[in-house]
């Protein structure tokens, strides 16, 4: 039911982001010869990171209950996205104000796409094409449990960002939006 219920909000997120693509798109004082039209289709928003683009999108869940680590991470890898990191300043912005633009519900904090990797002993950005050095380290509540940056513990600055590693069941409060991502072209 909560995966179906989560597909249509997939559904209505991504039809919600239509229209933003487009006009980002349309944009008359670059010759088309000289760029990617629409690298990442209509579906999800084009970010340019250092490796290529990165087409994302977030969502919300309009109920009064926080998403699972797991039902978001699941949700993205249905749809052949993974949970995102944020690698530019852009994408950092553009998910803050989104985030903050939502008038139907409070999102105070969102999952990200962050591992540990056990032999440097730090966690890093795991969206398999992130740049991975994540800084600062989330702060640790729950040892073994996921990442979600709380949107207003924080100032949105590079390094004044808080993220926390916390009990997706428990201590997460509210986990109302995550972020799917997967890369599209990439430089060469
Ligand atoms: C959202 O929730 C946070 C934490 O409970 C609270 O500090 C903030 O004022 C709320 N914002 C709105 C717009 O309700
Ligand atoms: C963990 O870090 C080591 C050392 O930098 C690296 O070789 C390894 O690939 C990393 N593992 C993961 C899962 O990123
Ligand atoms: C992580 O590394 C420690 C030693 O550094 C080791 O004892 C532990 O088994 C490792 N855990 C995993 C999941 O690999």
Known sequence: MLS??????????????LSSTEKATVSPTISLSTITPRPCGVSTKAF????????SASL??????????????D?????GYVLSSLETEEE????????????????TSIWMGVGY?????KYYWNDGNAIETLEPQPTVVK?????????????????????KVVNSAEEAGSVKQFICGRPGPQFT
Not at 48 to 55: D, F, N, P, Q, T
Not at 75 to 79: A, D, F, K, Q
């Open 143 to 163: 040892a073994n449990g996921n990442t979600a940056w709380f949107l207003d513990e924080g100032l949105n600055k590079p390094g004044k960002r808080i993220l």
């Open 60 to 73: 919300t869940i309009f109920v009064d209950k926080q998403i699972s680590y797991k039902r978001a991470k």
């Open 75 to 79: 949700s993205c890898e249905l749809n």
């Open 92 to 107: 950092w912005n553009y998910y803050y104000n989104a985030a903050k633009a939502e008038t139907r519900v409070n999102i």
């Open 117 to 121: 990797n056990n032999s440097t002993q």
């Open 4 to 17: 179906f219920r989560l597909l249509t909000l997939l559904l209505v997120f991504f039809s919600s982001t």
């Open 48 to 55: 340019i990171r250092k490796k290529g683009y990165w087409c």
